[in-house]
């Protein structure tokens, strides 16, 4: 499976963006797909995931401020960022996983900054 992130960019405080994640291939097989970032200095971390059956997870850092979500079709993932804080600022990071295996698309920079 391929995974093309856009969305990113230049945002102030208490702005809002919306990250998009298109996959492509072997739609079908994905079991959940997420959004991961990656900090300057810091190690990836997760930020939300969404499972087939629509449940989700997300990280307490963004829980109340982001929405992550997927079309019907199933092949984009979204990530509704609200209420941005310049501690968001980081590379975030589609994924898709496949039984056990993640697949990874490149990432898309957000920065909070007034």
């Known amino acids: 499976v391929q995974l093309q992130a856009s969305g990113g960019g230049l945002v102030q405080p208490g702005g809002s963006l919306r990250l998009s994640c298109v996959a492509s291939?072997?739609?079908?097989?994905?079991?959940?797909m997420g959004w991961y970032r990656q900090a300057p200095g810091k190690a990836r971390e997760l930020v939300a995931i969404?499972?087939?059956?629509?449940?989700?997870n997300y990280a307490d850092s963004v829980k109340g401020r982001f929405t992550i979500s997927r079309d019907s079709a199933r092949s984009t993932a979204y990530l509704q960022m609200n209420s941005l804080k310049p501690e968001d600022t980081a590379v975030y990071y589609c994924?898709?996983?496949?039984?056990?295996?993640?697949?990874w698309g490149q990432g898309t920079q957000v920065t909070v900054s007034s």
């Open positions: 994924s898709a996983q496949i039984r056990l295996t993640p697949y």
């Open positions: 291939g072997s739609i079908s097989s994905i079991n959940l």
């Open positions: 969404i499972f087939t059956s629509g449940s989700t």
